[in-house]
Protein backbone atom coordinates (compact mmCIF):
# COMPACT_ATOMS: atom_id res chain seq x y z
CA UNK A 1 0.00 0.00 0.00
CA UNK A 2 1.35 3.21 -1.10
CA UNK A 3 1.73 6.72 0.63
CA UNK A 4 0.38 10.36 -0.96
CA UNK A 5 2.71 13.07 -0.17
CA UNK A 6 1.21 16.56 -1.21
CA UNK A 7 3.94 18.89 -1.65
CA UNK A 8 2.08 22.64 -1.00
CA UNK A 9 3.46 26.08 0.42
CA UNK A 10 0.66 28.84 0.01
CA UNK A 11 2.73 31.20 -1.44
CA UNK A 12 3.59 30.62 -5.18
CA UNK A 13 6.97 30.47 -6.55
CA UNK A 14 8.72 29.19 -3.20
CA UNK A 15 9.84 25.72 -5.04
CA UNK A 16 6.96 23.06 -5.41
CA UNK A 17 7.49 22.06 -8.13
CA UNK A 18 10.97 21.86 -8.06
CA UNK A 19 10.67 20.13 -4.73
CA UNK A 20 8.50 17.75 -6.29
CA UNK A 21 10.21 16.79 -9.06
CA UNK A 22 13.32 16.28 -7.62
CA UNK A 23 11.41 14.37 -4.32
CA UNK A 24 10.04 11.94 -6.54
CA UNK A 25 13.37 11.32 -8.81
CA UNK A 26 15.27 10.52 -5.44
CA UNK A 27 12.52 8.10 -4.08
CA UNK A 28 12.36 6.74 -8.04
CA UNK A 29 16.31 6.52 -7.72
CA UNK A 30 16.21 4.56 -4.40
CA UNK A 31 14.28 2.27 -5.96
CA UNK A 32 10.73 2.70 -4.84
CA UNK A 33 7.60 2.79 -7.92
CA UNK A 34 7.09 6.89 -7.93
CA UNK A 35 3.84 8.94 -9.52
CA UNK A 36 4.02 12.56 -9.66
CA UNK A 37 0.68 14.23 -9.86
CA UNK A 38 0.40 17.66 -11.43
CA UNK A 39 -2.77 19.42 -10.00
CA UNK A 40 -2.15 22.69 -10.83
CA UNK A 41 -5.49 22.95 -13.23
CA UNK A 42 -4.83 25.61 -16.13
CA UNK A 43 -1.00 26.27 -15.29
CA UNK A 44 0.44 23.12 -15.72
CA UNK A 45 4.47 23.08 -14.98
CA UNK A 46 5.39 19.99 -13.34
CA UNK A 47 5.93 18.02 -17.42
CA UNK A 48 8.41 20.92 -18.39
CA UNK A 49 10.66 20.68 -14.98
CA UNK A 50 10.72 16.42 -15.65
CA UNK A 51 11.51 17.20 -19.10
CA UNK A 52 8.85 15.56 -20.72
CA UNK A 53 6.31 17.80 -21.81
CA UNK A 54 6.61 16.13 -25.79
CA UNK A 55 5.08 13.14 -24.45
CA UNK A 56 1.60 14.14 -22.90
CA UNK A 57 -1.49 12.74 -24.60
CA UNK A 58 -4.35 12.74 -21.63
CA UNK A 59 -4.07 14.38 -18.37
CA UNK A 60 -5.76 14.69 -14.71
CA UNK A 61 -8.74 15.94 -15.78
CA UNK A 62 -9.20 12.80 -18.51
CA UNK A 63 -8.88 10.32 -15.98
CA UNK A 64 -11.47 11.69 -13.27
CA UNK A 65 -14.11 12.18 -16.65
CA UNK A 66 -13.27 8.53 -17.31
CA UNK A 67 -12.58 9.95 -20.89
CA UNK A 68 -9.03 7.19 -20.45
CA UNK A 69 -7.96 4.92 -18.43
CA UNK A 70 -5.13 5.78 -15.65
CA UNK A 71 -2.34 3.92 -17.44
CA UNK A 72 -3.17 5.64 -20.66
CA UNK A 73 -2.44 9.04 -18.66
CA UNK A 74 0.35 8.12 -17.27
CA UNK A 75 4.07 9.21 -18.76
CA UNK A 76 6.74 7.53 -18.24
CA UNK A 77 9.95 8.99 -17.42
CA UNK A 78 13.11 9.25 -19.41
CA UNK A 79 15.28 7.83 -17.47
CA UNK A 80 13.74 5.79 -14.72
CA UNK A 81 11.34 3.29 -15.51
CA UNK A 82 9.61 3.08 -12.05
CA UNK A 83 8.92 6.62 -12.48
CA UNK A 84 6.02 8.39 -14.31
CA UNK A 85 4.02 11.52 -13.83
CA UNK A 86 0.11 12.19 -14.27
CA UNK A 87 0.24 15.63 -16.63
CA UNK A 88 -2.99 18.40 -15.22
CA UNK A 89 -4.70 19.75 -17.58
CA UNK A 90 -3.70 23.50 -19.65
CA UNK A 91 -7.16 24.33 -21.31
CA UNK A 92 -9.15 23.59 -18.15
CA UNK A 93 -9.88 25.48 -14.77
CA UNK A 94 -9.61 23.94 -11.06
CA UNK A 95 -13.17 23.15 -10.55
CA UNK A 96 -13.04 20.43 -13.40
CA UNK A 97 -11.62 18.21 -10.63
CA UNK A 98 -13.51 17.91 -7.06
CA UNK A 99 -11.63 16.50 -4.17
CA UNK A 100 -13.93 13.27 -3.80
CA UNK A 101 -12.53 12.38 -7.64
CA UNK A 102 -8.71 13.10 -6.39
CA UNK A 103 -9.17 10.84 -3.11
CA UNK A 104 -10.66 7.77 -5.28
CA UNK A 105 -7.98 8.47 -7.62
CA UNK A 106 -4.81 8.72 -5.14
CA UNK A 107 -6.80 5.29 -3.10
CA UNK A 108 -6.27 3.90 -6.85
CA UNK A 109 -3.00 4.66 -7.57
CA UNK A 110 -1.68 3.00 -3.96
CA UNK A 111 -2.82 -0.31 -5.05
CA UNK A 112 0.29 -0.02 -8.18
CA UNK A 113 2.83 2.55 -6.23
CA UNK A 114 5.32 2.88 -3.28
CA UNK A 115 4.75 6.85 -3.17
CA UNK A 116 1.88 9.27 -4.97
CA UNK A 117 3.77 12.37 -4.85
CA UNK A 118 0.89 15.24 -5.35
CA UNK A 119 1.93 18.90 -6.81
CA UNK A 120 -0.16 21.73 -4.97
CA UNK A 121 -1.02 24.66 -6.91
CA UNK A 122 -0.23 27.84 -4.98
CA UNK A 123 -3.33 29.37 -2.67
CA UNK A 124 -5.64 28.09 -0.40
CA UNK A 125 -8.65 27.31 -2.95
CA UNK A 126 -9.74 24.82 -4.67
CA UNK A 127 -6.90 23.85 -6.36
CA UNK A 128 -5.22 23.03 -2.86
CA UNK A 129 -8.37 21.10 -1.51
CA UNK A 130 -8.70 18.93 -4.44
CA UNK A 131 -4.14 18.38 -3.88
CA UNK A 132 -4.75 17.68 -0.30
CA UNK A 133 -7.40 15.17 -0.47
CA UNK A 134 -6.12 12.05 -0.63
CA UNK A 135 -2.92 12.62 1.11
CA UNK A 136 -1.83 10.33 4.03
CA UNK A 137 1.03 13.59 4.85
CA UNK A 138 1.92 16.84 3.72
CA UNK A 139 5.88 18.55 2.85
CA UNK A 140 5.60 22.33 3.31
CA UNK A 141 7.90 24.38 0.84
CA UNK A 142 9.05 27.73 2.35
CA UNK A 143 11.80 30.30 1.28
CA UNK A 144 13.26 32.10 4.64
CA UNK A 145 11.19 35.24 4.01
CA UNK A 146 8.33 36.70 5.77
CA UNK A 147 5.49 36.56 3.40
CA UNK A 148 6.59 33.05 2.14
CA UNK A 149 6.77 32.03 6.27
CA UNK A 150 3.31 33.82 6.89
CA UNK A 151 1.68 31.65 4.36
CA UNK A 152 3.29 28.27 5.40
CA UNK A 153 1.77 29.18 8.86
CA UNK A 154 -2.19 29.32 7.21
CA UNK A 155 -1.09 26.40 5.21
CA UNK A 156 -0.01 24.56 7.97
CA UNK A 157 -3.58 25.43 9.86
CA UNK A 158 -5.36 23.83 7.21
CA UNK A 159 -3.77 21.31 7.00
CA UNK A 160 -4.22 20.53 10.62
CA UNK A 161 -7.86 21.67 10.79
CA UNK A 162 -8.15 18.83 7.38
CA UNK A 163 -6.28 16.20 9.77
CA UNK A 164 -3.69 15.55 7.95
CA UNK A 165 -1.86 12.91 9.44
CA UNK A 166 2.16 14.12 8.90
CA UNK A 167 3.20 17.50 8.02
CA UNK A 168 6.65 18.03 7.52
CA UNK A 169 8.80 21.40 6.48
CA UNK A 170 11.26 21.66 3.73
CA UNK A 171 13.28 25.15 3.79
CA UNK A 172 14.58 26.06 0.19
CA UNK A 173 16.42 28.63 -1.24
CA UNK A 174 18.35 29.02 2.08
CA UNK A 175 21.27 31.49 1.36
CA UNK A 176 24.06 30.50 3.71
CA UNK A 177 26.35 33.85 3.26
CA UNK A 178 22.68 35.99 4.02
CA UNK A 179 21.89 33.85 7.08
CA UNK A 180 26.06 34.37 8.57
CA UNK A 181 25.54 37.85 7.86
CA UNK A 182 22.41 37.82 9.68
CA UNK A 183 20.24 39.28 6.88
CA UNK A 184 18.19 35.87 6.26
CA UNK A 185 16.48 34.00 8.65
CA UNK A 186 18.41 30.50 9.40
CA UNK A 187 16.61 27.18 8.96
CA UNK A 188 16.05 26.83 12.92
CA UNK A 189 14.34 30.65 12.79
CA UNK A 190 11.55 28.68 10.59
CA UNK A 191 11.70 25.76 12.08
CA UNK A 192 11.16 27.46 15.33
CA UNK A 193 8.20 29.61 14.14
CA UNK A 194 6.30 27.40 11.83
CA UNK A 195 6.84 24.29 14.82
CA UNK A 196 6.69 21.53 12.83
CA UNK A 197 9.19 18.87 11.85
CA UNK A 198 11.94 20.24 9.65
CA UNK A 199 12.71 17.22 6.91
CA UNK A 200 14.98 18.90 4.89
CA UNK A 201 16.85 22.37 4.06
CA UNK A 202 17.62 22.81 -0.04
CA UNK A 203 20.20 26.21 -0.34
CA UNK A 204 19.91 28.12 -2.67
CA UNK A 205 21.99 26.58 -5.70
CA UNK A 206 22.66 27.84 -9.33
CA UNK A 207 22.44 24.42 -10.74
CA UNK A 208 18.72 23.67 -9.74
CA UNK A 209 18.28 26.72 -12.52
CA UNK A 210 20.63 24.90 -15.08
CA UNK A 211 18.64 21.29 -14.35
CA UNK A 212 15.25 23.16 -14.64
CA UNK A 213 16.44 24.33 -18.22
CA UNK A 214 17.43 20.84 -19.07
CA UNK A 215 14.58 19.22 -17.74
CA UNK A 216 16.28 17.33 -15.57
CA UNK A 217 15.93 17.10 -11.95
CA UNK A 218 19.23 17.16 -10.17
CA UNK A 219 18.60 15.14 -6.83
CA UNK A 220 21.58 13.00 -6.22
CA UNK A 221 23.94 14.84 -8.09
CA UNK A 222 27.15 15.91 -5.48
CA UNK A 223 25.71 19.65 -6.08
CA UNK A 224 24.64 20.74 -2.40
CA UNK A 225 20.68 21.43 -3.60
CA UNK A 226 21.45 17.23 -5.01
CA UNK A 227 22.30 16.30 -1.77
CA UNK A 228 20.02 18.24 0.13
CA UNK A 229 16.94 16.96 -2.22
CA UNK A 230 18.48 13.12 -1.71
CA UNK A 231 18.44 13.70 2.06
CA UNK A 232 14.96 14.41 2.06
CA UNK A 233 14.05 11.34 0.20
CA UNK A 234 15.82 8.86 2.53
CA UNK A 235 14.20 11.03 5.66
CA UNK A 236 10.75 10.44 3.87
CA UNK A 237 11.61 6.71 3.75
CA UNK A 238 12.72 6.80 7.50
CA UNK A 239 16.31 6.77 7.16
CA UNK A 240 17.57 9.19 10.08
CA UNK A 241 20.02 11.29 8.05
CA UNK A 242 22.32 13.57 9.66
CA UNK A 243 21.31 17.63 8.65
CA UNK A 244 24.29 18.73 6.32
CA UNK A 245 26.60 21.55 7.95
CA UNK A 246 24.91 24.93 6.01
CA UNK A 247 23.27 27.00 7.97
CA UNK A 248 24.64 25.99 11.68
CA UNK A 249 25.29 29.19 13.50
CA UNK A 250 29.43 28.63 14.26
CA UNK A 251 30.73 29.61 17.65
CA UNK A 252 33.64 31.72 18.59
CA UNK A 253 36.32 29.34 17.40
CA UNK A 254 34.50 27.57 14.69
CA UNK A 255 34.12 31.22 13.16
CA UNK A 256 37.72 31.59 13.83
CA UNK A 257 38.76 28.27 12.59
CA UNK A 258 36.28 26.89 11.01
CA UNK A 259 36.32 25.70 6.88
CA UNK A 260 34.59 28.72 4.88
CA UNK A 261 31.84 27.49 2.80
CA UNK B 1 15.76 52.36 20.57
CA UNK B 2 17.61 53.16 23.62
CA UNK B 3 20.74 50.86 23.18
CA UNK B 4 22.78 51.70 20.56
CA UNK B 5 22.78 48.04 18.92
CA UNK B 6 21.51 47.87 15.09
CA UNK B 7 19.51 44.51 14.77
CA UNK B 8 20.14 42.31 12.64
CA UNK B 9 17.39 42.22 9.58
CA UNK B 10 17.31 38.35 10.12
CA UNK B 11 16.05 39.34 12.92
CA UNK B 12 13.67 42.01 12.65
CA UNK B 13 11.96 39.18 9.46
CA UNK B 14 11.63 36.62 12.49
CA UNK B 15 10.21 39.45 15.16
CA UNK B 16 7.84 40.95 12.27
CA UNK B 17 6.76 37.46 11.94
CA UNK B 18 5.70 36.50 15.20
CA UNK B 19 4.08 39.15 15.60
CA UNK B 20 1.69 39.31 12.29
CA UNK B 21 1.17 35.32 12.56
CA UNK B 22 -0.46 36.29 16.31
CA UNK B 23 -2.54 38.73 15.28
CA UNK B 24 -3.55 37.07 12.46
CA UNK B 25 -4.27 33.92 14.76
CA UNK B 26 -6.49 36.28 16.99
CA UNK B 27 -8.67 37.42 13.92
CA UNK B 28 -7.77 40.44 14.75
CA UNK B 29 -7.34 42.99 11.39
CA UNK B 30 -6.19 46.20 11.97
CA UNK B 31 -9.28 48.19 12.15
CA UNK B 32 -10.67 46.10 14.57
CA UNK B 33 -7.47 46.82 16.59
CA UNK B 34 -8.03 50.44 16.20
CA UNK B 35 -11.69 50.42 17.30
CA UNK B 36 -10.92 47.66 20.38
CA UNK B 37 -7.94 50.47 21.25
CA UNK B 38 -10.83 53.49 21.21
CA UNK B 39 -13.48 51.56 23.44
CA UNK B 40 -10.76 50.76 25.84
CA UNK B 41 -9.48 54.57 26.20
CA UNK B 42 -13.24 55.28 26.75
CA UNK B 43 -13.64 53.07 29.21
CA UNK B 44 -10.22 54.02 31.36
CA UNK B 45 -10.65 57.39 30.30
CA UNK B 46 -13.87 57.19 32.74
CA UNK B 47 -11.37 57.00 35.55
CA UNK B 48 -8.36 57.88 35.24
CA UNK B 49 -6.84 60.52 32.75
CA UNK B 50 -4.86 58.71 30.21
CA UNK B 51 -1.86 59.61 27.90
CA UNK B 52 -3.57 59.06 24.20
CA UNK B 53 -0.36 59.72 22.40
CA UNK B 54 1.67 57.15 24.16
CA UNK B 55 -0.34 54.59 24.35
CA UNK B 56 0.66 50.89 23.14
CA UNK B 57 -0.87 48.29 21.98
CA UNK B 58 0.79 44.94 20.80
CA UNK B 59 0.66 41.28 20.52
CA UNK B 60 3.45 39.63 22.20
CA UNK B 61 4.63 35.81 22.38
CA UNK B 62 5.48 34.45 25.43
CA UNK B 63 8.70 31.80 25.45
CA UNK B 64 6.29 28.85 25.86
CA UNK B 65 4.68 29.67 22.70
CA UNK B 66 1.74 31.53 24.07
CA UNK B 67 0.50 35.09 22.72
CA UNK B 68 -0.63 37.61 24.82
CA UNK B 69 -2.34 40.83 24.14
CA UNK B 70 -0.06 43.71 25.46
CA UNK B 71 -1.51 47.66 26.38
CA UNK B 72 0.75 50.08 27.76
CA UNK B 73 -1.26 52.91 28.73
CA UNK B 74 0.36 56.09 30.19
CA UNK B 75 -1.38 57.76 33.55
CA UNK B 76 -1.06 61.76 33.46
CA UNK B 77 -2.82 61.89 36.88
CA UNK B 78 -5.70 60.49 38.99
CA UNK B 79 -8.68 62.38 38.46
CA UNK B 80 -10.38 63.93 41.92
CA UNK B 81 -7.25 61.87 43.54
CA UNK B 82 -6.03 64.24 46.79
CA UNK B 83 -1.95 65.18 45.73
CA UNK B 84 0.62 64.52 49.15
Do not use: H
Not at chain 1, 156 to 183: F, H, P, T
Request: net charge neutral; glycine share 8%; charged share 30%.
Amino acid sequence: MGEVIVVTSGKGGVGKTTTTANVGTGLAKLDKKVVLIDTDIGLRNLDVVMGLENRIVYNLVDVVEGNCRIKQALIKDKRYNNLYLLPSAQTRDKSAVTPEQMKVLCDELKNEFDYIIVDCPAGIEQGFKNAIAGADRALVVTTPEVSAVRDADRIIGLLEANEMKKIDLIVNRLRVDLVKSGDMMSSSDVEEILAINLIGVVPDDENIVVSTNQGEPLVGSDAKAGIAYMNICKRIMGEDVPFMDLTAKKGFFSKLFGKKN
Amino acid sequence: MWFMKKKSSGDVAKNRLKLVLSSDKAGCSPEIMEQMKNEIIEVISKYIDVDTEGLEFKFRNASDGSNSLLANIPIKEAKGRRRY
